[in-house]
């Protein structure tokens, strides 16, 4: 079973709907990730928050908007998506660059997005 | 530009023969180097990684992993393949240099014949 715990397992929304993807691990780690991963690619990096400051946005547009509460949670908001947003969400944790930087990443099992 | 190539966009393999799939990378420095594996409708998990010393690394499930520094290779392998081996497998590399980005190969889908 993975350590880190994702919600929902499945999202089906329409473009005018907000809704909130949620990532929960205690692990202690300091390091929390957002990926999106289209079928049979490699994910892709949206954010990273080390220490709960963003500290990585690669240039996601404004309709997502991630927020970490906490060391032990994630959240990303969605609102205004398009069909082309549907997708596999991972969240992932790691140690920090001061825990311990060659840290592998922990995945969540993902939520599955389906934008209609 | 720094990159992860995964030569096979599939690998075929009979249960019980060995299975390689190839890793070679183009990072700067003393990069750390991942195996990543994913099954359907899960997250990736980590199998194994390098950072430094022996040349052959083990990890998870019997599989391991070669790190050639002259040639920039990471292969992993596993010298006797199951059918629950069947899955997606990812190399990734984190350059030393710091910084939380990690680069993802395409990933090569490894599929196990009974």
């Known amino acids: 079973d993975t350590e880190v715990t994702q919600t929902p397992k499945h999202l089906v929304m329409g473009m005018t709907n907000k809704k909130s993807l949620k990532c929960e691990q205690h692990?202690?780690?300091?390091?929390m990730y957002w990926y999106k991963q289209k079928a049979k690619k490699p994910p892709e990096l949206m954010f990273v928050y080390s220490y709960e400051k963003l500290s990585i946005n690669e240039s996601v547009p404004s309709r997502f908007s991630p927020e970490c509460p906490n060391s032990s949670l994630l959240n990303l908001h969605l609102h205004a998506l398009q069909p082309e947003d549907s997708a596999l969400y991972l969240c992932?944790?790691?140690?920090?660059?001061?825990?311990?930087?060659?840290?592998?990443?922990?995945f969540g099992n993902g939520t599955r997005l389906t934008v209609t | 530009a720094q990159s992860v190539a995964q030569p096979e966009d599939q690998v075929n393999v009979a249960e019980g023969n060995p299975l390689t799939v190839k890793c070679t990378y183009s990072?700067?420095?003393?990069?750390?180097l991942f195996w990543y594996v994913q099954y359907p409708n899960r997250g990736l998990q980590f199998l194994l990684k390098y950072i430094t010393g022996d040349n052959l690394v083990k990890g998870s499930y019997g599989f391991e992993a070669e790190f050639n520094k002259s040639q920039t290779s990471f292969h992993l392998k596993k010298p006797s393949a199951l059918v629950s081996d069947s899955a997606l497998y990812f190399c990734?590399?984190?350059?030393?240099?710091?910084?939380?980005?990690?680069?993802f190969g395409a990933g090569t889908r490894l599929f196990v014949k009974a």
């Open positions: 990072v700067s420095g003393n990069p750390y």
């Open positions: 992932a944790s790691s140690l920090s660059f001061a825990q311990g930087y060659n840290s592998p990443l922990h």
């Open positions: 990734a590399v984190r350059p030393s240099t710091g910084g939380f980005k990690t680069i």
């Open positions: 692990m202690g780690h300091r390091a």
